[in-house]
Antibody, heavy 124, light 107 residues
Framework: EVQLVESGGGLVQPGGSLRLSCAAS????????LTWVRQPPGRGLEWLAY????????SYADSVKGRFTVARDDAKTSLYLQMNSLRVEDTAVYYC??????????????????WGQGTTVTVS | AVQMTQSPSSLSASVGDRVTITCRAS??????LGWYQQKPGKAPKLLIY???TLQSGVPSRFSGSGSGTEFTLTINTLQPDDFATYYC?????????FGQGTKVEVK
């Protein structure tokens, strides 16, 4: 079964650091871009970061740029999110998602077609 | 960053109703828009990509339309399983941005 499983969430004090992991299985990891998305309690989804296949192309939301770093280890089929200088407002459920390139009449579009179950980060 | 304005923020509907949700982009984004469904405590699920193409396995009562700056998700003949929150996501420009979400509730 195609799967993404996040880990590494927990309770951390403001100003602290945490590293989230996302383990992938049952698909050709190297062929896909990956993203991180978060959801604060009771609120909507926020896109955080994207890393392309072979780490080609990395981008971040302004809210985390300079504090968070996305990385991937293709040998371990894993995605990471290093979070530094954490703030109370970073409290959220963090999801990793596969960014597939889906074709429509010869044009490619992204679709986040596989998601992990989420891991909770509490900054307090 | 491209701002995605989604409306309404919530709506009440009955089983069998037709529901329409709109996302407006602050600039032209072509067809680089997807729609996602999320149920409480669960990860989002991809419904539509490329503004109008149904993801495999998604019921045909869901449809997407639009291009440029205005996009619509339509649910025809609302089913009990469709009560959820829906989000649009643009990936035309980085940073990618979600709409604020639309909660579809039981009337």
């Amino acid at each position: 079964e195609v799967q993404l499983v996040e880990s590494g969430g927990g309770l951390v004090q403001p100003g602290g650091s945490l590293r989230l992991s996302c383990a992938a299985s049952a698909f050709t990891f190297t062929s896909y871009g990956l993203t991180w998305v978060r959801q604060p309690p009771g609120r909507g989804l926020e896109w955080l970061a994207y890393i392309g296949s072979s780490s080609n192309g990395i981008s971040y939301a302004d809210s985390v740029k300079g504090r968070f770093t996305v990385a991937r280890d293709d040998a371990k089929t894993s995605l990471y999110l290093q979070m530094n200088s954490l703030r109370v407002e970073d409290t959220a459920v963090y999801y990793c998602a596969r960014a597939s390139l889906l074709t429509v009449a010869g044009t490619y579009y992204h679709g986040l077609d596989v998601w992990g179950q989420g891991t909770t980060v509490t900054v307090s | 960053a491209v701002q995605m304005t989604q409306s309404p923020s919530s709506l009440s509907a009955s089983v069998g109703d037709r529901v329409t949700i709109t996302c407006r982009a602050s600039q032209v984004i072509g067809n680089d828009l997807g729609w996602y469904q999320q149920k409480p405590g669960k990860a989002p699920k991809l419904l539509i990509y490329g503004a109008s193409t149904l993801q495999s396995g998604v019921p045909s009562r869901f449809s997407g339309s639009g291009s440029g700056t205005e996009f619509t998700l339509t649910i025809n003949t609302l089913q009990p399983d469709d009560f959820a929150t829906y989000y649009c996501l643009q990936d035309y420009n980085s940073p990618w941005t979600f709409g604020q979400g639309t909660k579809v509730e039981v009337k």
